[in-house]
């Protein structure tokens, strides 16, 4: 990688990697590795959060049709069921409709 190895000097809550400094060609192999990467192309992540997290009975319509036109909606519902997430708006689907397809799958 072109840069020196850890040397065991290096303190133990020295977290600062590579990946991190941005080494080049590092990147993309980190990018693949890290579950979230996806949400770098969240179409969310440029809109109003609050409208993914409807507050009980709030509408949802307006997230479901953002995701519609995402581009990682499918790597995003597939991290809500495989962490299980239960609050909000992922991947277009809604908590109940989340449960509902796990139940249909399992
Ligand atoms: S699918 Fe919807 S919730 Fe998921 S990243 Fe895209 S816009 Fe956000």
Redesign the pocket.
């Known amino acids: 990688m072109g840069r020196p190895e850890y040397r065991s000097g290096v303190p133990e809550d020295w977290f600062v990697d590579p990946v991190r400094l941005g080494v080049p060609g590092v990147r993309g192999v980190a990018d693949d590795d890290n579950q979230l990467a996806w949400q770098t192309d ?3 992540a440029q809109t109003d959060p609050e409208a ?1 997290f409807p507050e009980k009975g709030g509408s949802t319509r307006d997230a479901k049709r ?2 519609t036109g ?1 581009e ?2 499918a790597e ?1 519902l597939e991290y809500a069921l495989a962490n299980d997430e239960r609050f909000g ?4 689907l809604s908590e109940r409709e989340r449960r509902k397809l796990r139940r249909q799958a399992g």
């Open positions: 969240a179409l969310c993914f953002i995701c995402c990682v909606r995003c708006i992922w991947g277009g």
